[in-house]
């Protein structure tokens, strides 16, 4: 197996994350073989191996990199100081948006090739994804509820009910026409009820 110089080896990291991902919109998981992505960098298949365990793992890599969007958008709301239910409809209306008009996440949230990329990906990685995903949340959870803004849920579980919301987006195709209003609805029955206190400071329902 060849060594590569640092300069050698970011510059073929990232031909296989930027060829990874053309060839995974245009094809899917799995169809795209690994193969077609060494061709495309043009690097032998044993070399591929320096820098990612398998496909899934380049995959989830990609993945990753196209979500990051979710880590600015945290911290942005982290120093706001509008009230909690506007960020939350900003966090889930961004959130929609961006897979809508983004084609490699639209492939990820499809259920086949979600489904595959868990079966052949490590636990272990993917605990420490859900794991990373909690954190960057618990800090801006934990600070509105701390001004009675929000529930008092544990982190986790108000963590993954805005992941369950966002996996609507699997359903698009069967939703059909009222995607769109199911999703305005859904964000705001949701962040109605995850919202202890209105824009205001009172009490809903007072």
Not at 28 to 41: M, P
Not at 70 to 79: I, P, T, V, W
């Amino acid at each position: 197996m060849p060594k590569f110089r640092k300069e050698e080896k970011e510059a073929i990291r990232e031909c296989l994350l930027s060829k990874g991902k053309e060839l995974f919109i245009q094809y899917g998981l799995k169809k795209t073989s690994l193969d077609d992505i060494v061709a495309a960098c043009g690097i032998a298949k044993g070399s591929f191996y320096s820098f990612f365990a398998s496909k899934e793992e380049l995959y989830f890599e990609i993945a990753k990199r196209e979500e990051s969007f979710k880590d600015k958008l945290l911290a942005d709301m982290l120093s706001s100081e509008l009230p909690p239910k506007v960020l939350l409809h900003e966090l889930f209306r961004t959130s929609f948006e961006t897979i809508d008009a983004n084609p490699f996440l639209q492939r990820v949230f499809r259920q086949d090739e979600w489904e595959q990329l868990v079966r052949k990906l490590p636990q272990e990685t993917l605990q420490q994804h859900a794991e990373e995903d909690t954190r960057a949340a618990q800090r801006l959870f934990e600070k509105w509820q701390g001004q009675g803004a929000m529930l008092p849920l544990e982190h986790e579980v108000v963590a993954g009910l805005l992941r369950a919301v966002v996996f609507v987006s699997l359903h698009k195709a069967e939703l059909g026409d009222v995607y769109g209003r199911v999703v305005e609805l859904l964000i705001r029955f949701v962040v109605n009820g995850l919202t202890a206190s209105d824009a205001d400071g009172t009490r809903e329902g007072q």
